[in-house]
């Protein structure tokens, strides 16, 4: 019985043992490429309303104010997304003491209707600060992008690999792993602020020519050749 135990114990690991490692021979790394330019669809824009003086308090209310206006004029574009953004209350040092204070809050819009965030930001202008401005493609317009040229890259992966299979005499190549990495893209472009005291009526739409935005795809990879 001890035998039968034994034996029947170690018949894997010697099972194993007979099985032949493989033999890692003409391996071969290789990268391929596809892009394309995608238009911009999607506008961001950051406005901030901002005061400075003795009372804090007072600019608060005084910020606080024009953000509440902002807001509802903000109501009636449907199509512009609309978000508050960070408030700030901090002392302006002159010397090592606090000799005013300022106040500021910022207001974020996201739109792919130009028309109307241009317009919008042309109307909020009167009491806002533009401090950001930027065109870029939108999130699903992205995906779709990046789907098509997976396609391609690995199309353009396996023609280099059949070129280097014929070059090498290889009857064959198997791929061994792959890796499919996105890239391409640009951060938001900036846009100086104008001033705040031109009147609404007077103040021109922030002109813009939205552009493109090169989305890449890169498949790299080892392939054997047989």
Do not use: C, H
């Not at 309303?49 to 109501?75: I, K, Y």
């Not at 953004?85 to 809050?105: C, E, H, I, L, S």
């Not at 890259?153 to 996105?182: C, H, I, T, W």
Request: hydrophobic share 45%; charged share 20%.
């Amino acid at each position: 019985m001890r035998s039968l135990l034994a034996a029947l114990l170690f018949a894997p690991v010697a099972l194993v043992a007979q099985v032949p490692a493989e033999t890692l021979f003409n391996l071969v790394t290789l990268n391929a490429q596809a892009e394309r330019e995608v238009p911009n669809d999607l506008l961001t824009a950051t406005l901030a309303a901002e005061a400075e003086g003795a009372d804090p308090a007072q600019l608060a209310d005084g910020v606080n104010r024009t953000m509440q206006r902002a807001l509802a004029t903000s109501l009636a574009y449907k199509a512009v997304k609309t978000q508050s953004g960070g408030y700030q209350t901090m002392p302006v040092y002159d010397k090592n003491r606090v000799a005013r204070w300022r106040v500021r809050q910022e207001l974020r819009l996201e739109s792919g209707d130009f028309a109307a965030a241009t317009e919008l930001i042309g109307k909020l202008q009167a009491n806002l600060m533009v401090t950001g401005l930027g065109l870029s493609v939108s999130g699903e317009s992205r995906r779709k992008a990046e789907n098509a040229l997976i396609a391609e890259a690995l199309a353009a992966f396996d023609e280099r690999a059949r070129v280097l299979r014929d070059a090498m005499k290889a009857k064959g190549y198997r791929v061994r792993d792959l890796q499919v990495s996105p890239g391409g893209g640009v951060p938001p472009r900036p846009m100086l602020a104008m001033p705040r005291t031109v009147s609404a009526d007077s103040m021109a739409q922030p002109a813009i020519e939205p552009g493109s935005t090169r989305i890449l795809i890169t498949v790299s990879g080892t392939v054997q050749m047989q």
